[in-house]
C-alpha cells in the first residue's frame, strides 16, 4: 500500500500547490505545478499498469492451478492401468518412478528403513522439487513411458495416449502463459519503481520532498500553507 499512498499524497500535494496560484511560482523546472500534474498522470498510469499486469498474473495462476488439479490421481490411474495391461515391468517401474515424482515422494532404501527402525526412529522421508514445472517436466516422462508401450490401450479418453498428450500440453501451455504474465508484472513493478523512486532528481518522491521544502522556504515553518503539506506523508520503500 506504500505506493498507493505515495501517489495518493502527491496528488493532493499537486493540488494544493495549484491552489496557490502565482504564490507558487519554482524556478525548478519539475517543481512546477505543470510538470507535478504530468507526473501524477504518469504516476497514476504506471500503478494502472502493474495493477493491470498483477490481474493477468492472477488469472493465469489461477487457471494453472485448475488444471493441475487432481494430476496425482491420473498418475495412479495411469500407473495401475499400465500394470493391468500386461506391460513391460520395465515400463511399469519407470511409469511409477515419475508417478512418486508428481506426488513428491520417493521411497527410502531399504537400509535407510531398517538403520531407522532399528534406532527407533520414524522412517527417512524424500521429497522431490514439487514446483508447476518440474511437475510438468515429471509428467512429461510418464506419458514418454505410455508412448512407448504399446499393450497400454484403455478406453477413457483422458487417460488415452492422445488424451495424455493432449494434457501434457495444456500444463505446458499455462505454465508457459504464467511465466510471460509474471515476466509482464515484474517489468510493470520495476518500471513503477523507477519512475516513483530511482528516475534521477525528477521521480515522484525526490519532487514531492523537494515541493514541500520549497512551501516551508516561501511562506515560513509556522505557517498554514507549510502545515497543509507538513501532513502528507511521503514513504520510500526498500526495493
Not at 4 to 32: D, M
Request: glycine share 6%; net charge positive.
Amino acid at each position: 500500500m506504500t505506493h498507493v499512498k505515495n501517489v495518493q499524497a502527491f496528488g493532493k500535494l499537486t493540488g494544493i500547490c495549484t491552489g496557490y496560484g502565482g504564490a507558487y511560482n519554482p524556478g525548478q523546472q519539475n517543481l512546477q505545478v505543470n510538470a507535478m500534474a504530468t507526473l501524477m498522470t504518469k504516476a497514476q498510469q504506471a500503478m494502472d499498469k502493474v495493477n493491470e499486469a498483477q490481474s493477468l498474473y492472477d488469472l493465469a495462476t489461477n487457471e494453472r492451478f485448475k488444471a493441475f488439479k487432481g494430476l496425482r490421481h491420473l498418475a495412479s490411474g495411469v500407473c495401475a492401468l499400465l500394470q493391468a495391461s500386461g506391460a513391460d515391468p520395465l515400463h511399469v517401474s519407470d511409469a511409477r518412478a515419475s508417478c512418486r515424482k508428481i506426488w513428491g515422494s520417493r521411497k527410502a532404501t531399504r537400509k535407510a528403513n531398517a538403520e531407522a527402525t532399528a534406532e527407533g526412529k520414524p522412517k527417512p522421508a524424500f521429497g522431490y522439487p514439487h514446483d508447476f514445472a518440474s511437475i510438468v517436466n515429471y509428467f512429461a516422462a510418464l506419458v514418454e513411458t505410455i508412448a512407448n508401450e504399446p499393450k497400454y490401450q484403455p478406453n477413457e479418453e483422458s487417460m488415452t495416449r492422445k488424451g495424455l498428450q493432449k494434457r501434457l500440453a495444456t500444463l505446458q501451455r499455462l505454465n508457459q502463459g504464467v511465466t510471460q504474465a509474471e515476466i509482464r508484472l515484474t517489468q510493470a513493478k520495476r518500471d513503477r519503481n523507477e519512475l516513483y523512486y530511482h528516475q534521477a532528481d525528477d521521480n515522484l518522491f525526490t519532487t514531492a520532498l523537494s515541493a514541500k521544502l520549497y512551501i516551508r522556504g516561501i511562506f515560513g515553518y509556522r505557517s498554514a500553507q507549510h502545515m497543509e503539506v507538513a501532513r502528507l506523508r511521503f514513504t520510500k520503500p526498500r526495493l
